[in-house]
């Protein structure tokens, strides 16, 4: 590559690495798990016992675990809006057969296994307004989001790289949680779903990386001007029925944060795991804007450390409409 190149070029340059993390982080269709492969199914014999269990195991979750789950799903069943962001970052390349959008679309078709699974535990679950549940999932898809990364492709690599660590742990410790309440499936299926979500994020992680070293001045600004805007999860407009946008979302991240699913230091280890696998202090040839990024990003995780050791996790009477009982 050039010593001066633009964005349109280095998206260029990395196309065949990008088609090639399809087979290295993604796995073949037919491989993969389905969600028929972890809920009941209707045509076996032992259905019925199956959806008794079910419901009596998911009848031991907590409160506040229950609304992470339910808030998680949503954030899942949103997939349109996230696939729709991705698909316009610029240079936008119309080129159906390019690496970035044959990655999209099986990163799409991983990722939508998601929602399906989880929603339809939930409605087996008996716990659940279904419906209410589903008004907050076509509010969330029809409000949209504004996660600060415009078109940018730099910014949006280091979103996904971080909102799919943050969905990682989210769904692994839901399923830390369900296995030490008894219901093993729940803890299978959200453990499957971690999984996922860490082999995305290594693939997110990896296109940061290559960028860094093509284009390392301009690729440090953006994770800078990321972090300086702060990563708001996808579903950060969430509501309910009647209510303004983004007030489940805070009542729903307070519940992860009384839990311990995700919480601000979770954020901050998420922060010091990006700066030491990108090697940031490492990073050589930076311009002198360049630089002031890496300084500001490199002396930020200490900063947010002692902020989140001042939160303490209060009770809530807030209850939600999406949960039944």
Not at 168 to 183: E, L, M, P, T, Y
Request: glycine content about 4%.
């Amino acid at each position: 590559m050039p010593e001066k190149v633009s964005k349109a070029e280095v998206m260029n340059y990395l196309d065949k690495e990008i088609f090639d993390a399809i087979p290295a982080y993604l796995k073949p269709i037919e491989d993969i798990w389905q969600p028929a492969d972890l809920l009941p199914q209707f045509e076996s014999e032992e259905f019925f016992d199956q959806i008794k269990e079910l419901k009596e195991k998911a009848a031991a979750l907590s409160y506040d675990l229950l609304a992470v789950l339910i808030g998680d799903t949503i954030t899942e069943e949103v997939l349109p809006t996230y696939e729709s962001w991705l698909s316009i970052i610029e240079p936008k390349n119309e080129d159906r057969q390019s690496g970035w959008n044959q990655w999209l679309r099986a990163w799409t078709s991983e990722e939508n296994r998601h929602g399906d699974v989880l929603d339809k535990y939930l409605y087996l679950s008996g716990r659940v307004n279904m419906k209410e549940m589903e008004i907050s999932t076509q509010y969330l898809l029809a409000d949209g989001f504004d996660i600060g990364t415009a078109r940018d492709p730099y910014r949006s690599f280091v979103y996904t790289s971080f909102q799919e660590l943050a969905t990682n742990i989210s769904h692994r410790r839901v399923a830390q949680f369900a296995k030490q309440a008894g219901d093993d499936l729940l803890a299978r299926i959200c453990g499957n779903v971690a999984s996922d979500e860490a082999r995305h994020a290594s693939a997110y992680k990896s296109f940061v990386q290559k960028v860094f070293d093509i284009d390392p001045s301009e690729m440090m600004k953006a994770f800078e001007d990321m972090m300086r805007k702060r990563i708001v999860m996808p579903a950060h407009f969430l509501r309910e029925k009647g209510l303004p946008k983004g007030s489940a979302f805070r009542h729903f991240s307070e519940a992860a944060q009384r839990l311990g699913v995700y919480t601000a230091t979770d954020y901050v280890d998420i922060l010091r795991s990006l700066i030491n696998e990108w090697k940031i202090d490492e990073i050589r040839d930076l311009t002198i804007a360049g630089e002031k990024a890496r300084e500001y990003v490199m002396t930020l995780p200490d900063r947010l450390a002692k902020l989140a050791e001042r939160i303490s996790p209060q009770p809530s009477e807030y209850r939600f409409s999406w949960i039944t009982m």
